[in-house]
């Protein structure tokens, strides 16, 4: 079990930085595929970075691809997931919810194909505002 918390969420104007934080309190160890994505209303869930706490191999999104960049501290009973966003651009508005997964698949396949579906447990979800 891993219960997430995430947190770090504003509002910016293009250009700007914010840097998303989500911690996993776990109650068994393994590893996890742990997981950005964002959404906004009327869409679907989207990826935008992954990365895989049995070697922190990192996976992004073209469209974040040189301005995000995803980092974890793997803890005994905590994991510390984190979203650096430099350059925010207004299309980057949406809410962003960190996701852990026990299955490594996720991880391996590029973030155009990783899917909501395939992760098992979620964070309430950060808003993130990119005005222009």
């Known amino acids: 079990q891993v219960q997430l918390v995430d947190s770090g969420g504003g509002s910016v104007q293009a250009g700007g930085s914010l840097r998303l934080s989500c911690t996993g309190s776990?109650?068994?160890?393994?590893?996890?595929?742990m997981a950005w994505f964002r959404q906004v209303p009327g869409k679907e869930r989207e990826g935008v970075a992954s990365?895989?706490?049995?070697?922190?191999?990192?996976?992004?999104a073209e469209s974040v691809k040189g301005r995000f960049t995803i980092s974890l501290d793997n803890a005994k009973n905590t994991l510390y997931l984190y979203l650096q966003m430099n350059a925010l651009k207004p299309e980057d508005t949406a809410r962003y919810y960190c996701?852990?997964?026990?299955?490594?698949?996720?991880?391996?396949?590029?973030?155009?194909?990783?899917?909501?579906?395939?992760?098992?447990?979620w964070g309430q979800g950060t808003q993130v505002t990119v005005s222009s």
């Open positions: 990365i895989w706490t049995g070697g922190n191999d990192d996976l992004y």
């Open positions: 996701a852990a997964g026990r299955s490594a698949v996720p991880c391996m396949l590029t973030i155009e194909l990783m899917r909501a579906a395939d992760f098992d447990y």
């Open positions: 776990r109650t068994t160890d393994g590893r996890y595929c």
